[in-house]
């Protein structure tokens, strides 16, 4: 049971409690903590790990999945889940090229058709759990599946081509900045990953949308029984996290400069674990963006470290597991604590 008397709480001669760092304070630390010491092992074991050209192709490979991961902070927070965001990625990816490719919309109309397949997508998946009171892992695991079917037969199996879209690939791969130095450059996808997750928290800490994301989590009935309509903001979250995603399948598309209807099945777990790593809980009510921001990282680096110290690639997915495991059992522990 919570305290609920100050008595109870040490506190100092003044009489007034001690300062204390929240809980999510030292999750983010410790996972901090951990990206710099990955960085700094690998930068050791191999000269080629910190050089610049690298360290951009970290967070390269960081936009898609840590977009990804933003999105299923929310539906985290919650205390649900979301198994589709890899194949509605997919599937936003595909709408995007059709719409671009096949129809001869303008690049910003099939950008607006991305974004919309993937807030569809969460929609649908926020109204079969929250109205048709379907568990999470089944709802989404069943978009999952209707995601990535309807990317083949939409494309046809093929893959979509943006040859004749000008531009369409500086989405990703240009960069406003221009050159930081000579020769160096962030690409845009980078600067769009940090820009989403700038919202992302705002939209967390700063405004009804994030107040009852954690009131539902915390306690979902507690939360119905004081007014709030939780079905209604269930759905805004799942197609929150659904804009996310079609954000992010229209980096990958930019990034690959077509869409590829069989790629997405997989980045699901990875979006996850870089939302576990970064210290929100399986069981709802506590998250940061920070946190998964970090969490997004420290996959890539992971990754990246091991790829360039020639790991094979088997050894690779089962180290990764073995975080995602570790991560999984801290969450467990700090939830036991809390109890």
């Known amino acids: 049971m919570k305290r609920t008397s100050l008595a109870l709480e040490p506190q100092t001669p003044t009489g007034k409690q001690p300062f204390r760092f929240k809980s999510g ?6 996972a901090f903590g951990s990206l710099i010491v990955l960085l700094i092992v690998f930068s050791l074991a191999s000269e080629n790990f910190f050089q610049f050209s690298n360290i951009v192709g970290i967070l390269l490979s960081t936009a898609v999945t840590g977009v990804l ?33 096949f129809w001869g919309t303008p690049i910003w109309v099939g950008l ?23 568990p999470p ?29 000008k531009g369409f690939t500086d989405i990703s791969l240009g960069s406003l900045l221009g050159d930081i130095f000579p020769g160096f450059t962030i690409p845009n996808a980078v600067l769009i990953f940090f820009a989403a997750a700038i919202i992302g928290s705002l939209l967390l800490t700063r405004t009804l949308i994030g107040r009852y994301n954690f009131a539902i989590g915390s306690n979902e009935e507690a939360t119905r029984l004081s007014g709030v309509n939780v079905g209604f903001w269930k ?18 598309a930019s990034r ?6 069989a790629l997405g099945q ?22 940061t963006i920070v946190g998964t921001v970090i969490g997004a990282l420290i996959m890539s680096v992971l990754t990246n470290g091991l790829r360039i110290l020639s790991v094979p690639q088997e050894w690779q997915t089962v180290v990764v597991g073995f975080v995602i495991f570790l991560a999984v059992y801290a969450d467990m522990l700090r939830r036991k604590k809390a109890a």
């Open 266 to 287: 997989g980045y699901e777990l990875e979006a996850i674990a870089a939302v576990v790593i970064g210290g929100t809980s399986l069981s709802g009510g506590k998250g």
């Open 137 to 165: 892992f089944i709802a989404t695991l069943a978009m999952m599946m209707i995601a990535k079917g309807l990317a083949l037969v939409i494309s046809g199996t093929k893959p979509v081509y943006f040859t004749d879209a």
């Open 256 to 261: 690959l400069n077509s869409a590829q209807p």
């Open 69 to 101: 991961a933003l999105g299923a902070t929310f539906v985290i927070i919650t205390g649900g889940i979301d198994l589709s965001v890899g194949t509605v990625m997919t599937l936003s990816a595909v709408m995007t090229g059709v719409s671009i490719s």
């Open 25 to 30: 304070f030292w999750q983010q630390f410790l």
């Open 112 to 134: 607006l058709v991305g974004i919309l397949t993937g807030a569809l997508c969460g929609c649908v998946s926020g109204y079969a759990v929250s109205k048709l009171n379907i």
């Open 235 to 252: 759905i805004v979250i799942y197609t929150i996290a659904g804009v996310f995603t079609g954000i992010a399948g229209i980096l990958i």
